[in-house]
């Protein structure tokens, strides 16, 4: 039984609640709810248009629902500004990378891990014994997720000159240094062939089951998706168009009819 079974039935880590969002009369959203346990891998699908980065841009922080409600074990995130979103346990990777082009791979991935860390200019500045023992422990983490990664031997390699599956791993990295509960992966077979497609599913799921982690996939590559979510939500023009096991969601009339469209059209 996957950790992901085991939690069926107890509280959600995750719940959407009746999230609805608006730009300026046009509806992205329109009363989306789900819930996601500890330990499962959540599929986000749908057409382009359907709201997927928008709800995931909520979770993030970095949009305001209009309606409804965001809860990450049982109290709202949404009174959070995005810059403290890690804090409490959620990462995200981007769909457009959004790395530091100019600096390393690992400083790139130390800013992840200095996310969750408590010090200031003037103790750093001061190098504090407790800093010191902080930074310690930042440079041990960095090191351990470069190896985890296969990272190492372009630890030290700036960001911009490496290929861009490289680069999604390195993001990948950054978001794993600040140790989320939830990983909010944007797109993440975005640009990568198909042998690459096959090496980041092992990988995510080796991540959930060694990093105790639960995921948030937002993919259009629906061999992906199908192959290792536990959990699919389907979305189409802002609505939740179905919800379930992969084999319901890629069985659901509603579903096939908005990717493949109906006869009638």
Not at 156 to 165: A, I, N, R, W, Y
């Amino acid at each position: 039984m996957t950790q992901a079974q085991l939690a069926q039935g107890t509280s959600p880590l995750l719940a959407v609640r009746d999230v609805s969002v608006v730009f300026g009369g046009i509806i992205a959203l329109n009363g989306v709810s789900f819930n996601m346990h500890k330990g499962q891998i959540l599929g986000l699908i749908g057409p382009n248009g359907a709201g997927k980065t928008t709800l995931f841009n909520c979770l993030s922080r970095l949009y305001q629902p209009s309606s409804g409600d965001i809860l990450m074990e049982g109290v709202s995130i949404l009174s959070r500004p995005p810059h403290r979103i890690a804090e409490i346990g959620i990462g995200r990777t981007f769909q457009n990378v959004a790395l530091f082009p100019n600096l390393s791979v690992m400083d790139n991935v130390r800013v992840g891990a200095h996310s969750k860390t408590s010090s200031d200019i003037i103790s750093d500045s001061l190098k504090l014994a407790w800093v010191r023992r902080s930074e310690n422990d930042v440079n041990k983490k960095v090191h351990e997720i470069l190896a985890y990664l296969d990272l190492e031997d372009v630890a030290h390699t700036t960001v911009s000159g490496l290929p861009f599956g490289t680069q999604k791993r390195v993001e990948l990295a950054r978001a794993l240094a600040a140790d989320p509960k939830i990983l909010l992966l944007d797109e993440p077979a975005g640009g990568l062939n198909h042998e690459e497609v096959y090496v980041l599913g092992d990988l995510i799921r080796k991540i959930r089951d060694e990093r105790h982690m639960t995921v948030l996939l937002v993919e259009h590559h629906m061999g992906l998706v199908m192959s290792i979510a536990d959990h699919v939500v389907a979305l189409n023009f802002g609505k939740k168009l179905a919800e379930g096991t992969p084999a319901q969601v890629q069985a659901d009339p509603d579903v096939i009819k908005a990717y493949l469209g109906s006869k009638d059209q």
